[in-house]
């Protein structure tokens, strides 16, 4: 059964079978935002596109790789001091399915819009932490989209065998204002790796300013 996650909570990678999940997708899947027509009787759907990224921070807690959207402008990156974006990392460790500009336009389909994969066995040993986290690259905040979820599950993008762990970050009042939003984290404790659920808002408008929130605030969590 799937470890519903609450924000804060920590966990160990450990199937029920007690062997270790060294091998998943972190996935996640959003709605676009509905409206209604005259008297109620037609309805609108605006595309919302979120960019599912990754920051890599070495046990120093600086950032040593990422992943992030290639269509992000290398020289807005630069002025950031960042590099260009790529769907993979980590000698091949992460990889990104590529980038969803719109989100479920009919409703919850039960399907993930962006996908991460993840090989810890080539994750290379100078990485202590790996943060994962949305932002949007619309007008919207965080309050008007209907939901988001972030899930880890064995398998494939296209076959989910196992679903592991799932975290829920519907629309709430307290996301007013916020159009990222710090998912959660892989950490090393001692020769294992956990996961935390962060869950936590930001203002942030663009990824290279999440990326410096994180270096920042969240690297000696």
Not at 4 to 20: V, W
Not at 75 to 98: D, R, S, W
Not at 194 to 209: H, L, N, R, S, W
């Amino acid at each position: 059964m799937a470890i519903n996650l609450t924000k804060g909570q920590r966990i160990d990678l450990r199937k029920s079978s007690g062997a270790e999940l060294t091998d998943f997708c972190v996935g996640v899947n959003w709605g676009g935002i509905e409206s209604r027509g005259f008297m109620g009787l037609t309805k609108k759907v605006e595309n919302v596109d979120l960019d599912l990224s990754a920051a890599l921070l070495d046990t120093q807690g600086a950032l040593c790789d990422h992943i992030y959207s290639p269509l992000y402008k290398p020289e807005l990156l630069k002025q950031f001091g960042l590099p260009p974006g790529k769907l993979i990392a980590a000698n091949g460790a992460l990889k990104h399915t590529g980038d969803d500009q719109s989100g479920d336009s009919g409703g919850d389909d039960g399907l993930d819009n962006e996908i991460i994969t993840v090989n810890l066995g080539l994750v290379p040993a100078n990485i202590g932490q790996i943060f994962f986290f949305l932002n949007n690259c619309g007008k919207e905040d965080f309050s008007q989209i209907p939901y988001a979820k972030i899930r880890m599950f064995e398998g494939t993008p296209t076959k989910v065998k196992e679903v592991f762990a799932s975290y829920n970050v519907a629309a709430e009042a307290q996301y007013k204002g916020k159009r990222a939003l710090i998912l959660g984290r892989l950490y090393r404790k001692g020769s294992e790796w956990k996961f935390a659920a962060i869950g936590d808002p930001t203002e942030d408008a663009f990824v290279a300013q999440t990326v410096a929130r994180i270096t920042q605030e969240y690297n000696k969590l």
